[in-house]
């Protein structure tokens, strides 16, 4: 009987909810069909001297076979998912969530899907972004102002800087960790489970709660390969991701929890921007949104107020 060789990867080290969730996939598919699959991992693809974006092209090829990474990466090749990359647009975790699982997700699935060799099986969640920075805690749209900061591959996400004054730097996560330990930069944002676990927080002292992106993580899987599967296996991948994405979703609560104590123990202070410090920031970015119907259309915006 012919296996079929799956190989789930990632960017991250082996104890996180990413790479845990890429385990529980296939300890599910290995039980169920233990002579069918050959499984493997590559956990971290960075620790072979890639770059966390070479994810993209190495599942278009099917170097690799089942992987995720952050929409925001996308965005060159899917432009439609600017749209999740707006500021404030989620109110809360659940409302993201909800967003991502309905029909707004299965519009921007069928975007990534008809210009990738992909098939979509979900999205993780990496959550709400917040700033930190080796010099001085922000508060303001003025304290952001001359500073350099590292930014996804996003144009939302460049403008969204540019706007609070500050310098954004589209560059990679290797070249990042590196420039905030040498200190050519100032800042950077991500999940506070992000700054942890590549150890931004024993460099940046300053950390300010201003959940100003929400990020979902896709899961993809190679389209070629994956139709070219019996259905009961494309199936229990289906049903793997699903369990996968549940579990990852409750997980990561709690390791924000865990890498908020991380950055007090490592004597760095957090500043939660109040109502009024956020609507300066939202004030300060308006122009985004003015632009942002011409941009991608009134359909995103429908299907988020809709959901």
Known sequence: MKKFQIIFAGYGPEHTSFSKSLKIMG????????????VQYVYNVMDLGYKSED???MTDQGILTVTYQSTSYLTDDVPELGFVDLPFLFRDNAHARSAMDGKLGQYLTNKIEDRKNYKILG??????RQISNSSHMIKKPDDMKGMKIRVLPSEVHSRFF???GALPMRMDLTQAISDIQNGALDAQENPYTNTTTYGVHQYHKQHTVSN????????????????????????????SAEEAIH????????????????ILDAAGQIHSLTVEETALFKEKIAPLYNDAREQFGDIPFNLLENN
């Open 123 to 128: 999205y993780l969640e990496n959550g709400f």
């Open 212 to 239: 100003h992106f929400y990020i979902s993580r896709a899961i993809m899987c190679n389209r070629t390969q994956f139709y070219d599967w019996p259905e009961q296996l494309k199936q229990a991948i289906i049903a």
């Open 162 to 164: 540019e706007l609070l």
């Open 247 to 262: 579990w990852q979703r409750n997980q990561i609560e709690t390791d924000v929890k865990e890498a908020e104590k991380l």
């Open 27 to 38: 300890n599910k598919i290995v039980k169920q069909f233990p002579d069918l699959v050959d």
């Open 55 to 57: 994810i993209l092209w």
